[in-house]
Nanobody, 121 residues
Framework: QVQLVESGGGLVQAGGSLRLSCAAS????????VGWFRQAPGKEREFVAA???????TYADSVKGRSTISRDNAKNTVYLHLNSLKPEDTAVFYC???????????????WGQGTQVTVSS
């Protein structure tokens, strides 16, 4: 089992940027698909972006064009750069690891504790 720890969240003004990090320990991280999800108060957890072991990426329409997911397997870390942030991006962001790519949370076996992103208008 891989263990995940997110960091990099915080309070930012609309239009600003953040870089979220997901640090992994445990089993061979490079073999995992890593996804980012977010959950706003009163809403279901939703897919944000994912990256496969080979570097292929997928983005939700809501963040496409203003976010970038990348991974550094040597550092066992996946990053999510968020640009042009909007108040509606406010949520707890989670990273997750799984064996198969996809946008459904149930495909992912390991989850971090989450990091809060708050965007003020």
């Amino acid at each position: 089992q891989v263990q995940l720890v997110e960091s990099g969240g915080g309070l930012v003004q609309a239009g600003g940027s953040l870089r979220l990090s997901c640090a992994a320990s445990g089993r061979i991280f490079s073999r995992y698909v890593v996804g980012w999800f977010r959950q706003a108060p009163g809403k279901e957890r939703e897919f944000v972006a994912a990256i496969t072991w080979s570097g292929s990426t997928t983005y939700a329409d809501s963040v496409k064009g203003r976010s970038t997911i990348s991974r550094d397997n040597a550092k066992n870390t996946v990053y999510l750069h968020l640009n042009s942030l909007k108040p509606e991006d406010t949520a707890v962001f989670y990273c997750a690891a799984g064996a198969r790519p996809g946008i459904v949370p149930n495909l992912y076996d390991a989850w971090g504790q989450g990091t809060q992103v708050t965007v003020s208008s």
